[in-house]
């Protein structure tokens, strides 16, 4: 059975340091994988999305970036945080079949100071 | 430019009865739907899904209803039970290209 892995699962960050987030997958080869946000009273904020190694799709504008390593892992990055980064950071995957259905991982909540 | 709406930002119901949660859509290529169930400080679990072929799809407890000229679809949790309790999303997608959109989400508490 596949699994999804997310961490550091909370981290504290004070405003203008750098941040690596890290999802892995297991289970699975070749998925099309998903980073979201979801700020405090908001929905699921779709921010990147890669559908191979090195293939990165950005969604919105803003301070982070991500990379595909590897087949089963997916980066979130920035190089200086700003107070509006905070939030819950989820990781998800997609494999191809018939339905549309992404599985997602459990989470890193991140709070910039 | 919000494309998927859930109107409700709450829903309270008591044990038992059916509780109804709906989303609207603004988005014609829409062809696929589906719920997510989150509690908080976890990731969201998938629930049911369904097919814009479709106007209903039913597992268990839950069933999806699709209205496609309306833009609406509803899910009904029947009968409502305590660990229902959670924050419900709707997702929706167009063709191929894997990406869900998410409305911001209805907070059902289901009261024993």
């Known amino acids: 059975s596949q699994t999804i892995h997310q961490w550091p699962a909370t981290l504290v960050q004070p405003v203008g340091s750098p941040l690596s987030l890290e999802c892995t997958v297991e289970?699975?080869?070749?998925?099309?994988l998903y980073w979201y946000r979801q700020a405090a009273g908001r929905g699921l904020q779709l921010l990147f999305y890669?559908?191979?190694?090195?293939?990165i799709s950005s969604e919105v504008p803003q301070n982070l970036s991500a990379s595909r390593p590897q087949d089963r892992q997916f980066i979130l990055s920035s190089k200086k945080l700003l107070l509006s980064d905070s939030g819950f950071y989820l990781c998800?995957?997609?494999?191809?079949?018939?339905?549309?259905?992404?599985?997602f991982g459990p989470g890193t909540r991140l709070t910039v100071l | 430019d919000q494309q998927v709406k859930q109107n409700s930002p709450s829903l309270s119901v008591q044990e038992g009865r059916i509780s109804i949660l709906n989303c609207d859509y603004t988005n014609s290529m829409f062809d696929y739907f589906l719920w997510y169930k989150k509690y908080p400080a976890e990731g969201p679990t998938f629930l049911i899904s369904i097919s814009s072929i479709k106007d209903k799809n039913e597992d268990g407890r839950f069933t999806v209803f699709l209205n496609k000229s309306a833009k609406h679809l509803s899910l009904h949790i029947v009968p409502s039970q305590p660990g229902d309790s959670a924050v419900y999303f709707c997702?929706?997608?167009?063709?191929?290209?894997?990406?869900?959109?998410f409305g911001k989400g209805t907070l059902l508490t289901v009261n024993p």
């Open positions: 289970g699975t080869s070749n998925p099309n």
């Open positions: 998800a995957w997609f494999g191809r079949g018939s339905y549309n259905e992404q599985f």
């Open positions: 997702a929706a997608s167009a063709g191929s290209n894997y990406k869900l959109t």
């Open positions: 890669s559908i191979g190694i090195g293939q």
